[in-house]
């Protein structure tokens, strides 16, 4: 009995020092993980591919935040094999969102967000190089944690969809540099991200 006490008092004294959550924060400063090995999951004929976002949120007050996020994509195709010509392209995002938190936790807890999209896409083959300018807007959902120690992580998703001017022809599906898979024109995004908060 004494041991199963000593464990006890152990477990919660991590949880409370390590995973517990702090209402004290007001910033936060957060990454995605796995974009940086989007390459891997997505297509195993991309020669190269790198990506990569970050995200500063603010708390304005108990139920409101704000956030923005810059991301950048670099990506290059050289397989003869499914493509006729080889194919580089760039891709610069910024994505402000407006989060709601409808039972006000500050900058912790079950959020939803809306946001406006505006990025720029590059794109440059053998034969021909072309500037995309893409606008767009969505709806993301999810719950973000603040441990005791600062640490930040957030799970979420969210729908969309993105304009490109001038209009792509081709309607493949692809990543954009902020983790939105786009299909035909309409984004989906599933959010792990981890950060610090301050």
């Known amino acids: 009995m004494k041991k199963l006490l000593i464990i006890c008092i152990v477990i919660l004294g991590i949880n409370q020092n390590i995973f517990s959550q702090d209402t004290e924060k007001n910033w936060t400063i957060q990454s995605s993980p796995l974009l940086p090995f989007s390459g891997i999951f997505i297509d195993d004929i991309s020669d190269t591919m ?3 976002d970050l995200e500063g949120q603010v708390k304005l007050n108990r139920f409101i935040n704000i956030s923005i996020t810059l991301s950048f994509l670099y990506n290059e195709i050289t397989d003869d094999y499914y493509y006729d010509d080889n194919e580089t392209y760039f891709q610069v995002g910024f994505k402000p969102m407006f989060i709601y938190r ?3 936790t500050g900058i912790k807890g079950f959020y ?3 946001y406006p999209n505006l990025g720029f896409r ?3 083959t053998d ?3 072309t500037l995309y300018t893409e606008v767009g807007f969505g709806l993301n959902i999810g719950y973000k944690w603040v441990f005791n120690g600062g640490f930040t992580m957030q799970i979420g998703g969210g729908i969309g969809k ?3 001017f001038p209009q792509r022809s081709d309607q493949d599906i692809f990543i954009n540099s902020d983790g939105r898979i786009t299909i035909d024109h309409y984004d989906v995004s599933i959010d792990l991200k981890l950060g610090y908060s301050f």
């Open 162 to 164: 993105t304009y490109s």
């Open 112 to 114: 939803i967000g809306v």
């Open 50 to 52: 790198f990506v990569m």
């Open 122 to 124: 590059y794109i440059t």
């Open 102 to 104: 409808p039972f006000g």
């Open 127 to 129: 034969d021909s190089e």
